[in-house]
């Protein structure tokens, strides 16, 4: 690990100057002070930009920082209070700025936030937990978190739907933290055509936890990686987190880092281990990989050419509303 002139620690894999597509991401200490963040997150994309890089990625609410997530006690006041005065519109001040940025160095920069929307609720009181792609010429698009957990859903609108963006490194798809634990989420983004999912997150340390007698020294970060590489390997598209580090003293909750860009096939090439910094990988063949992985590296087989949607109706089928079904002996009941 090196640091540039900012004191960025940096991670490089690869040669720079190879031909293709250079990614960043970062694992990346958000603070509940968005001046602070919003200054840091320019230097960081000032610094990416110095080395090439054509994507960069920011992890969940790391414009204002993230909430208390886990519900011991309701909801403080102050948390809703903070979050809606800081929150900003999309297209806002922070996406004007950082466009502006973009413009200048030819870089897509993907960022969480909370979002306040002029139009829904009339834009009091109904709060987004959301992602911002920017780029050269604007904002390319807005993603809502659609699987809200816990104290979330006492401050943020759920969003509804998964969305593909075209950019000059392929077409880049979003989620956010929670949402990589439901497999549907990465798969549609891959039946629009993602070639790249980004994947913004806040995901915190949990301790160890044993099964039948084996222990998982961090099952909350096994759980993180097991599933992104899934996402990745399922779908055969590259896979890019970004997730919050350190101490929030805010919350008293702990991140442990670990933003990882994991090729289609599965295999993780780049990683920031548990600790904040910026990992840049270099010269990557964004399609012809995903091209590779479903013709080559897993024995010729190509999992979206192999996909069977007409057995897979049960899917859509709600579970927390299950169809009635009347019992035997009620007059609802009827005999053939």
């Known amino acids: ?13 690869g040669e720079r100057g190879l031909s293709g597509v250079t990614m960043a991401t970062t694992s990346f200490h958000a603070v509940h002070n968005k001046a602070s963040n919003l200054a840091k997150i320019k230097i ?35 948390e809703f209070r903070y979050q809606y005065e800081n929150a900003e519109t999309v297209p806002g001040p922070t996406t004007d700025e950082l466009t502006a940025l973009a413009r200048r160095h030819n870089i897509y920069v993907v960022f969480g936030l909370t979002e306040r929307s002029p139009v829904y609720a009339g834009g009091t009181g109904a709060l987004f937990n959301s992602a911002a792609l920017v780029g050269p010429h604007g904002v390319l698009g807005t993603y809502r978190k659609v699987h809200l957990p816990l104290n979330e859903h006492h401050i943020y609108v759920r969003g509804s739907a998964f969305n593909v963006y075209d950019t000059d490194v392929g077409r880049v798809g979003m989620h956010i933290c929670h949402d990589k634990s439901f497999p549907e989420s990465s798969r549609i983004l891959m039946i629009k055509g993602a070639d790249i999912i980004v994947h913004p997150t806040a995901w915190q340390k949990g301790g160890p936890r044993t099964a039948c007698g084996v222990t998982q020294q961090e099952y909350s970060g096994y759980i993180s990686e097991t599933m992104e590489r899934h996402s990745a390997a ?6 890019v987190s970004s997730n919050n580090y350190g101490f ?4 008293g909750d702990e991140y442990f880092g670990q933003s990882r860009i994991i090729h289609p096939s599965g295999i993780v ?3 920031s281990g548990e600790s904040e910094a910026m990992i840049i990988a270099y010269g990557l063949d964004i399609r012809g990989e995903i091209l590779k992985r479903r013709t080559e590296y897993f024995g010729t087989i190509n999992l979206s050419k192999d996909r069977l949607p007409f057995l897979y109706s049960e899917v859509c089928e709600d579970l927390r509303y299950p169809p009635y079904v009347p019992e035997k002996g009620t007059t609802d009941h009827f005999e053939e």
């Open 1 to 13: 690990m090196s640091e540039n002139t900012e004191g960025v620690p940096i991670v490089e894999i």
């Open 44 to 78: 960081w994309v000032e610094t990416a930009a110095a080395k090439g890089v054509k994507l960069i990625v920011f992890p969940e609410q790391c414009l204002q920082g993230y909430i208390s997530l886990f519900p011991t006690g309701p909801m403080p006041v102050s």
């Open 234 to 239: 399922a779908n055969e598209v590259w896979f």
């Open 248 to 251: 929030d003293d805010n919350s």
């Open 269 to 271: 090439i780049a990683d």
